[in-house]
C-alpha cells in the first residue's frame, strides 16, 4: 500500500510493520526515504502502466501528500479500495472547493473570493479590503503560491507571483493562534479525535507544534464538531487534518489535508496511539486505537540542515526523527519531539533545543 515515498510513507511503513503490514511504494525518486521498508516501484505518478502494475495484489492504497493526480488515485480505485476516496483529494488540491465545501457544512471561514485575472484580483481586493492574502488555487505549500496585499499598489506584483493561475483572494484574518485537529475516520464509522494543537509559522512554513494547545478545552468541541462534520461529508475513512485560525474565541477553517499531518508527528511519542498507526488502522478496518496524550508535547521541525544528534538527545524527553533526505534550503528533514509531564516542562526543554538547531542553511 502507499502512493509516494517521502517521509510521511517513512513514518506510516514504521508504523505499519510491528502490525505485520507490507508495503509497496510508488515514488519516482530512486533513492527516496521509504528505501529498504518495502517494495518501491520508481515510476511517475501518472504513468498508467506503472500505476497498474502497482496495483496488481495490494488490499488497499493511501497517499503520502495531496498533490497526487486524482485521475492516478481514480484509476487505482477502479482496482482497489483507496483511502481517503479521491473525492477527498480532488476537493483538498483546490482551495476555492475547499473554500465551498466548508461553507456547505456550516463551518466558518475567511471572507473569500475566486479570480482568473489581475482585474478580478484588484476587484475583489476593493470589496475585501486590505491586507488581504492571495492564493493559487492549486499547488501551494509550504508558503509557496501566496502573496500578502497590502494596498491596490500590490496587486501587478502579486498577480505576476500567482503567475496568473487561477486563485482565491481571502480577508487576512487577525487570529489569536493557529490551531490544527486531526480526526480518523473508521470504516464502520468510528470517529476518533485528537487534542487540537497549537502550531507556529515562519515563512509560511510549520515550525513547532504544541499538543495539546494550551487553553484547548475552550475550544476542543468545536474543532472536533469541524472535523466530524468533513468526516461525515465524505463517508471519510482515514486520518483528515483540518488547519484552523483561533479568532476572539471562535474558529475559522483554513485548510484541510487528507493525510497524516505534520502537526500530528507528536504522536509517535506523545500519544498512546500514533496518527500513522491509527490511519493504518482505519484504512485496513481496523478498530482505531486511543487518542490519549502521554503527558505534553513539543514537536519542531528541522528545516534545510539538522543538528548534532547528540544536541538533541542530551535533553530529557527528547526524540530525534531523521528522514533521510539531503540537505536543502526551506526543506523538511526530520523533527523533534520533547515529551513531559507538564507543560511548562516540555516547552523550556524545547527552547533549549531550538537554540541548538543550525539555521535554515
Request: hydrophobic content about 40%; charged content about 25%.
Amino acid at each position: 500500500m502507499r502512493v509516494g515515498g517521502g517521509q510521511i510513507g517513512r513514518m506510516i511503513a514504521l508504523a505499519g510493520i510491528p502490525l505485520g503490514f507490507e508495503f509497496r511504494f510508488l515514488e519516482p525518486a530512486e533513492e527516496p526515504p521509504v528505501r529498504g521498508l518495502g517494495e518501491h516501484l520508481a515510476s511517475e505518478y501518472d504513468d498508467a502502466m506503472a500505476l497498474d502494475r502497482f496495483a496488481d495484489g495490494l488490499d488497499v492504497v493511501t497517499y503520502e501528500f495531496e498533490n497526487v493526480p486524482v485521475e492516478s488515485a481514480r484509476r487505482l480505485a477502479e482496482r482497489v479500495p483507496v483511502h481517503p476516496h479521491p473525492d477527498v483529494l480532488e476537493c483538498a488540491q483546490d482551495r476555492l472547493l475547499e473554500k465551498e465545501l466548508f461553507a456547505k457544512l456550516g463551518i466558518s471561514t475567511a471572507a473569500f473570493e475566486a479570480v482568473e485575472s489581475e482585474r478580478e484580483l484588484a476587484e475583489a481586493l476593493q470589496r475585501l479590503g486590505a491586507p488581504a492574502v492571495a492564493k493559487t488555487r492549486r499547488f501551494g505549500y509550504d508558503g509557496h503560491g501566496q502573496f500578502v496585499l497590502h494596498d491596490a499598489a500590490d496587486v501587478p506584483r502579486a498577480w505576476e507571483e500567482l503567475r496568473g493561475a487561477p486563485s482565491i483572494v481571502e480577508s487576512l484574518v487577525p487570529f489569536t493562534r493557529e490551531l490544527s485537529i486531526l480526526a480518523v475516520g473508521g470504516r464502520n464509522g468510528e470517529r476518533a479525535f485528537y487534542p487540537p494543537v497549537e502550531n507556529s509559522h515562519r515563512e509560511g512554513i510549520l515550525r513547532r507544534s504544541v499538543a495539546p494547545a494550551p487553553g484547548v478545552g475552550d475550544v476542543r468541541d468545536e474543532a472536533e464538531s469541524i472535523g466530524e462534520r468533513v468526516l461525515d461529508a465524505f463517508g471519510y475513512v482515514g486520518l483528515l487534518a483540518v488547519e484552523l485560525f483561533e479568532v476572539e474565541g471562535k474558529l475559522l477553517a483554513n485548510e484541510m489535508a487528507p493525510r497524516v499531518h505534520n502537526s500530528g508527528h507528536w504522536t509517535i511519542e506523545g500519544a498512546e496511539t500514533s496518527q500513522f498507526e491509527n490511519h493504518l488502522r482505519a484504512i485496513a478496518g481496523l478498530t482505531l486505537g486511543s487518542t490519549d496524550t502521554r503527558g505534553e508535547s513539543v514537536m519542531l521541525n528541522l528545516i534545510g540542515a539538522t543538528p548534532e544528534p547528540d544536541a538533541v538527545l542530551a535533553e530529557p524527553g527528547a526524540h530525534l526523527h531523521l528522514y533521510g533526505k539531503a540537505p536543502r534550503h526551506r526543506r523538511k528533514l526530520g523533527h523533534v519531539t520533547i515529551r513531559a509531564e507538564d507543560a511548562g516542562t516540555a516547552v523550556t526543554v524545547a527552547d533549549r533545543v531550538t537554540a541548538r538547531l543550525p539555521s535554515d542553511g
